[in-house]
């Protein structure tokens, strides 16, 4: 088994051997999950607990199915109703954590870093369900999957990721596994919304939807997060959207067989244009969806694997 990892906190420690191995037994369950009977055994006799310190319906309820799927206990922990507003620290829940002795801990944290503090302090192993701005490890490895069913590989694609990147820690994930599978990379969007040094990151950076969707394979969009932004990043959504939001007349610039991507929740109207975010001929979201409980699946099957392999060599 071509995977090693004992926790998955982003994509950066991640091989592309590992990566494909992940996606393929991702490939596996989306067809269990298409057929009559969805349950598996992977997980069975262990318990899967999700803390989310931010609200997310869309990945908490994610995870929660595919641990569901494979056999898992799974318990969703409250922490904007728990003893943190009380004042309680990280390593204080940590110790908590430890002394329920889960197998798989599920976290998503605002703060860059949380999660990997979490990981040194608990005994079972971390998912990583997005940490502030720095990554959000299965969300990429989803878009992968959607991008390699449509289009047959990961390699040497050229892949436009337009809008707020500054604020995005999905952009990360998918720069970071998009690059390892010699993808090109654009991050397209306005000055105020691409992080300084963007350019050295071994990307191009395009300020026109224009140049930067020209001959693209894949147009990835992103969300306006404007709970993470704190001043004027954009004039007004009426103005962002007649100049980088997605439409028919700007796609025009890419591939006649691009793809167009969003990890939700979308903004119609200012990231997107509705119809074309329906078109079921160019847009892949609702597939984002389905191959985000399938990727989940995989990751915890495989951080379970590793640890009983590593517990059994002694």
Known sequence: MTFRQTHLLGIEPLSPPEITTLLDLADEYVAMNRGPEKHGTALAGLTQVNMFFETST????????????????????????????????????????????????????????????????????????????????????????????AKGRLHRLTVAICGDIAHSRVARSNIWL?????????????????????ADWGVEVHHDMAAGLAD????????????????????????YYH?????????VHAKDDAIVMHPGPMNRGVEIDGTLADDINRSVIREQVEMGVAVRMAAMDLLARTRRERAQAG
């Open 216 to 239: 693209a394979d894949v147009v990835m969009m992103l969300r306006l997060q404007r709970e993470r932004m704190d001043g004027g990043f954009i004039p007004s959504e009426r103005e």
């Open 58 to 149: 869309r990945t908490q309820s994610s995870f929660e199915i595919a641990g569901l799927r494979l056999g898992a206990d799974v318990m969703n922990m409250q922490m904007q109703a728990s003893s943190i507003k009380k004042g309680e620290t990280l390593i204080d829940t940590a110790m908590t954590i430890n002394a329920m002795h889960p197998d798989l801990l599920v976290v998503r944290h605002p703060h860059s870093g949380a999660v990997n503090l979490l990981a040194e302090k608990v005994t079972c192993a971390v998912l990583n369900a997005g940490d502030g701005r720095h990554e959000h490890p299965t969300q990429a490895l989803l878009d992968a999957l959607t991008i390699r069913r």
């Open 178 to 198: 998009l690059g390892k599978m010699e993808s090109r990379i654009r991050l397209v969007g306005p000055p105020t919304l691409i992080p300084a040094g963007a």
């Open 243 to 251: 100049r980088y939001g997605l439409d028919r007349e700007k796609l």
